[in-house]
């Protein structure tokens, strides 16, 4: 789990301006406040949701959802069986799903 947090951590935050060949000033366009304020919103909205999650499924769910790991090979990580890591996903899943309800 330390291997996916740190190759996520690694990865590079900026991306490449990107060139509007109309634009005069060469400068990217800016989505509105409002979109960005909503997008900074539901990251929180979700950061609190997973941490809510107990750390069984928070660390099925990391491991298969942000690491790609398969439920066979999370489960070899984390010392449990496949179906184990199956039905913890799940009910992670279906936790943040209620409590992100307001977000659908």
């Excluded at 996916?4 to 490449?16: D, G, K, V, W, Y």
């Excluded at 990107?18 to 539901?42: C, F, Y």
């Excluded at 690491?67 to 090979?73: C, I, K, L, R, V």
Aim: aromatic content about 4%.
């Amino acid at each position: 789990m330390n291997r996916c947090l740190n190759l996520q951590r690694s990865r590079a935050r900026t991306q490449p301006l990107p060139v509007d060949p109309d634009d005069k000033a060469g400068l990217p366009h800016e989505p509105a406040a409002e979109t960005s304020a909503i997008a900074a919103q539901r990251r929180d909205a979700v950061r609190k949701a997973l941490l809510t999650l107990t750390f069984d499924q928070r660390a099925v769910l990391v491991l298969t959802t942000f690491g790609g790991y398969t439920f066979a090979e999370t489960g070899r990580i984390l010392g449990i069986t496949e179906n184990a890591a199956k039905v913890r996903a799940h009910r992670a899943r279906r936790a943040l799903l209620t409590q992100l309800q307001e977000w659908r």
